[in-house]
């Protein structure tokens, strides 16, 4: 299977980009881009689309696609299988950028709930 690094570095190659070419452009080191490429650490998704944009390609393009018994899927599920549809993939993104939100109010909330009760049984916090 393809991973995200794999495909970045395809892309990076058929733009013939240098790592230090595309670490430039989305201005992160030659090194950093190298682990991503190597599957050494994760991008963040605003870096996924800003290697994207960069490489001029569709950012679930990026992303690797699982085999499963009905044949090629996108990580993200059949609905949001994208092939170059800008639309598609802006709310394909949307929606894991509002699942990443949702899940951080809900972490905030629970350490403000946290807070408020210890405060209620230490003064001093």
Known sequence: MDTLGKRIALYRHMRQWT?????????????????????????????????????????????????DSHGRTNPLGADAAVSGNPEREFAALNQLIQTKDELIRAKDELIRELRGKTRRKDPSI
């Open 19 to 67: 790592q230090e070419r595309l670490a430039s452009e989305v201005n992160v080191t030659q090194s950093t881009l190298s682990d991503i490429e190597n599957d050494k650490s994760s991008p963040t998704w605003k870096l996924i689309a800003d290697i994207a944009h960069a490489l001029d390609v569709p950012v679930l393009s990026l992303l690797p696609e699982s085999d």
